[in-house]
């Protein structure tokens, strides 16, 4: 497996409150990874984060025989998202300036067996997870997005939601309330696929027909996260853009 991510504040924001890890645990066999996307005034959505980022990667470390298991891998990625979302949850308590601070999350954990991978995806908020094969990118986690639950309704199509003035408005969020409900997603991987992470800084300017387009003609994982981040600069660069790519 191979990976690389990169982050970059952006050409409008002042300060960058995306944050991403991304771990080996067992040598070439179990891999965890996390894309943050923080929200809040001043320092927060920065505190946010990263306490979210810790907090998520520290409690998967902690129980690797878990994460190797298909019944049990769920129930990790739920805890650790959960001991994630106590700990913001509790420090937005702690400050004035800290108060309704809260973060996105998408995490996953890669597992091989044999000659295969499989990964095991969590989201809460709108960060993404995109499956890329030879052939097609597809998203495989579903944005808890005002826009996205228009979608849903049959008001507006997904079209317009790239262009809708609320595109920006998140309906879940780690850290805001004292329990937040997740999505868990599995798939399995064949060689040469890549996995992309990305904070909406990238997907709200560079529309999934302009991403595939751009990513196949990279096979190098450093050049091909450049240039989307390069990607989401030329087209303004108006928010914190992350993404991290994972190819098996």
Not at 42 to 65: D, H, I, R, W
Not at 76 to 88: P, S
Not at 219 to 235: G, H
Request: glycine share 8%.
């Amino acid at each position: 497996m191979i990976a690389f991510g990169r982050t970059d504040k952006g050409i409008v924001r002042k300060d960058n409150q995306d944050y991403f890890q991304l771990q080996e645990l067992e040598a070439d066999k179990l891999f965890i990874s996390v894309v943050c996307d923080g929200m809040g005034g001043a320092q927060a959505g920065n505190v946010a984060s990263k306490l979210a980022t810790e907090t998520f990667m520290k409690s998967l470390c902690n129980q690797p025989g878990a994460l190797a298991d298909d019944e049990l891998v769920g129930d990790a990625l739920t805890d650790a998202m959960m001991a994630a979302n106590r700990v913001v949850h509790e420090v937005s308590k702690t400050q004035a300036d800290y108060m309704g601070m809260g973060t996105t999350l998408v995490g996953a954990v890669l597992h091989k067996k044999g000659d295969c991978w499989k990964a095991n995806i969590i989201n809460v908020g709108d960060s993404r997870a995109y499956h890329i094969s030879a052939n097609c990118m597809v998203q495989v986690t579903k944005d808890h997005s005002l826009v996205e639950d228009m979608i849903c309704r049959g008001e507006i199509t997904r079209a317009e939601a790239f262009h809708h003035p609320s595109r920006n408005l998140i309906t879940r969020v780690v850290g805001t309330e004292p329990e937040v409900t997740r999505d868990l997603f599995s798939l399995a991987l064949k060689p040469g696929d890549r996995l992309l992470f990305c904070s909406d800084g990238l997907t709200n300017l560079v529309s999934d027909e302009e991403l595939f387009e751009a990513i196949q003609h990279y096979t190098d994982l450093e050049n091909c996260c450049e240039m989307l981040i390069t990607l989401a600069l030329a087209k303004g660069g108006l928010d914190n853009v992350t993404v991290l790519m994972i190819r098996v």
